[in-house]
């Protein structure tokens, strides 16, 4: 059974510094994985997607990296914003099953 | 281009009551997902459809949840009683294929909040 881990839960960060964001999961037979943003009281915006096939994604300011072997994923956040402030949500595609972790709730400080 | 809309947008009933949730996918989009996110968890998938058939609903408490897609557009999601634990936002996603390539990246709507008391 797919188990989506994401650590820490939280991090405060001052602005402009580089940050990392961990995810991990335990079965490596995945077609892709997913990284989201969560507003309070919003839906989920997406951020990167990146097939099992791929190493990297990147947009703009975001870089998420995947290592199948491993069961890790990583979302790097360069030059950090107040305006990033949120939960950042990985999710697991796998045997047409959907898992997410629980999200790493990320505070920029001004 | 619009986005995934969902109706209510907050709903607070007692338990044993009734309640359902709407949503309009982005226009095009084959797959539609529902999705139960308690506080504090990451979503959970209750339901997946491709056009008007059911892909995955091995989450989905059938005894008092059930869900439907018309015509492959718009759907449903009634709760039938509703119980306490049922208190969580529910998500309505949708993409464009379900595997391969950025037909996979899933939109969500905003979410519609229940409170059971």
């Known amino acids: 059974k797919q188990e989506v881990t994401q650590i820490p839960a939280a991090l405060s960060v001052p602005e402009g510094e580089n940050l990392v964001l961990n995810c991990s999961f335990t079965d490596s037979a995945i077609y892709n994985l997913q990284w989201f943003r969560q507003d309070p009281g919003k839906g989920l915006t997406s951020l990167l997607l990146i097939q099992s096939s791929q190493r990297e994604q990147t947009s703009g300011r975001l870089n998420a990296s995947l290592d199948k072997s491993s069961g890790r994923s990583t979302l790097y956040i360069a030059a950090s914003q107040p305006g990033d402030s949120a939960t950042y949500l990985c999710a697991v595609k796998g045997d047409d099953k959907i898992i997410f972790g629980k999200g790493t709730r990320l505070h920029i400080l001004p | 281009e619009a986005g995934v809309a969902q109706s209510p947008r907050y709903k607070i009933i007692e338990k044993r009551q009734s309640v359902a949730f709407w949503c309009n996918p982005i226009?095009?989009?084959?797959?539609l997902y529902w999705y139960q996110q308690i506080l504090g968890q990451g979503p959970k998938l209750l339901i997946q459809?491709?056009?008007?058939?059911?892909?995955?609903d091995s989450q989905l408490p059938k005894d008092r949840f059930s869900a439907e897609r018309l015509k492959g557009v718009d759907s449903t999601l009634k709760i039938q009683p509703a119980k306490l634990e049922d208190s969580a936002v529910y998500l309505c996603a949708s993409s464009l294929a379900i595997r391969g390539g950025r037909g996979d990246t899933q939109y969500f709507g905003p979410g519609t909040r229940l409170t059971v008391l």
């Open positions: 459809f491709q056009n008007n058939g059911v892909v995955d």
């Open positions: 226009s095009g989009h084959a797959t």
